[in-house]
């Protein structure tokens, strides 16, 4: 069998290495601590899954449902940036509802990128804003996000030929892992550059919700011009606790909305309409539950980063997001590091290289996982830094 060859230019899904060494671990009968994937610990709340069940016992929910999404959802989503950005949309023609944010984001690529096209990704960043572009045979220019500029895009280093020549600018605040946040000055940077050299943003904002200190994290689509070249991806997973259930959108642009939709309609089947139901619920219902878990995430944060930053590590307090992104001692690669820790801590966090080169040099720390599992997880770390001298 000769597989194509376009798998080879994929490295191997990140998680799916440290899960098995997790696994291998388990399986010889130790407890890991597991700091390395943002999944929501708590269960998504109660009137969202009570209006996916009713939903689901209704045989017109149980047929193929339309990619485009159901235009209760659509209208609630455009509801819900109206009511938490004062961004309105139009939720006929500037709204799709994805299988979750990340098959929108994996299929992004297919709308603009031809063999050989050039799309612009930070670096450190989510995964697959690359293995997207690679998928579709384009080329790739990684942007560094530098510790001393707060990890904020620097505009100004990239090269004008390279920002010329491309097609797709992939952003993300709050940002997964550095934790960092933008400012809608930054967000309007953005716009102005994607107008001087013919770009297409793609900013990714599923942890807008996910915030501390009282601080709420802007929408790039409050920027006037945003919709010219622009799309923003969110997802219900981070703020609903809906990771499992499959439920994202993309907003913005019309023109870019409707190609994604024509690539989606060609291949999948849209969202359940249950899981739409629920969405439509969660977007509307309380959304009293979201200040509550920051209140807990905010808490593990502090925890765990006083902590941290006694064991020799070095790490800013993120205002958003549930990562915290930490410096490790010089001389060890972040898979070293990893490693080490995993065998000599049990405890299993991401290795920053996982996000990029210029993740060499630290590691992400996810919030979400249980108190009690924090604070086993905070005593091994001590007592790991007492055992290293
Ligand atoms: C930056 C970022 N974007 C998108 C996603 C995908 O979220 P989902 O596919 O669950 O909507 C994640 C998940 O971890 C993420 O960290």
Redesign the pocket.
């Known amino acids: 069998m000769e597989l194509a060859k376009r798998l080879d230019r994929l490295p191997p899904y990140l998680f799916v290495e440290i899960n098995q060494k997790i696994a291998e671990l388990r399986a010889r009968g130790e407890e890991v601590i597991n700091f390395a994937i943002?999944?929501p610990d708590s269960p998504t709340p109660s009137h969202i899954i009570e209006s996916m069940c009713q939903a689901a016992h209704n045989p017109a929910n149980q047929r193929y449902p339309e990619t485009a999404g159901l235009p209760e959802l659509c209208q609630a989503i455009a509801e819900w940036y109206e009511k938490r950005f004062g961004v309105t949309l139009n939720p006929s023609t500037e709204v799709l509802p994805?299988i979750?944010?990340?098959?929108g984001?994996g299929h992004m690529a297919l709308c603009f990128i031809e063999p050989g096209d050039l799309a612009l990704v930070p670096d450190p960043?989510?995964p697959?804003y690359s293995l997207g572009t690679i998928l579709a045979g384009g080329e790739l220019y990684f942007m560094p996000l530098k510790e001393e500029d707060d990890f904020l895009l620097d505009f100004e280093t990239i090269p004008g030929d390279l920002a010329d020549k491309a097609k797709l600018m992939w952003l993300?605040y709050p940002?997964?892992p550095t934790g960092a946040v933008a400012s809608l000055d930054f967000f309007e940077k953005a716009v102005h550059f994607a107008k001087q050299h013919n770009l297409v943003i793609c900013h990714?904002a599923?942890?807008t919700e996910v915030a501390f200190d009282g601080y709420k994290p802007p929408s790039f689509m409050q920027i006037p011009g945003s919709k010219d070249r622009g799309v923003e991806?969110h997802?219900?997973?981070?703020t609903y606790h809906?990771?499992g259930w499959?439920?994202?959108m993309m907003v913005g642009n019309a023109d870019i909305v409707r190609a994604l939709f024509r690539v989606k309609s060609n291949l999948d089947s849209g969202v359940p309409q249950a899981i739409q139901y629920a969405a439509v619920e969660a977007l509307r219902g309380s959304q009293e539950h979201i200040a509550e878990h920051n209140g807990v995430l905010q808490r593990r944060r502090d925890k765990l980063l006083k902590v941290i930053n006694e064991t020799g590590l070095k790490a800013r307090t993120p205002r958003a997001?549930f990562y915290i992104w930490a410096r490790i001692p010089q001389g060890y690669t972040s898979i070293d590091f990893t490693k080490e820790l995993l065998d000599e801590a049990g405890i299993a966090v991401t290795p920053g290289i996982g996000y990029g080169k210029e993740g060499e040099g630290y590691i992400r720390f996810s919030l979400t996982i249980s108190d009690n599992r924090l604070e086993e997880g905070v005593s091994r770390l001590l007592a790991w830094r007492r055992r290293r001298g």
Do not use: A, Q, V
């Open positions: 943002g999944d994805l979750g944010s990340k098959e984001i960043s989510y697959p993300n940002n997964n990714d599923p942890y991806f997802s219900l997973s981070k809906m990771t499959r439920i994202g997001t």
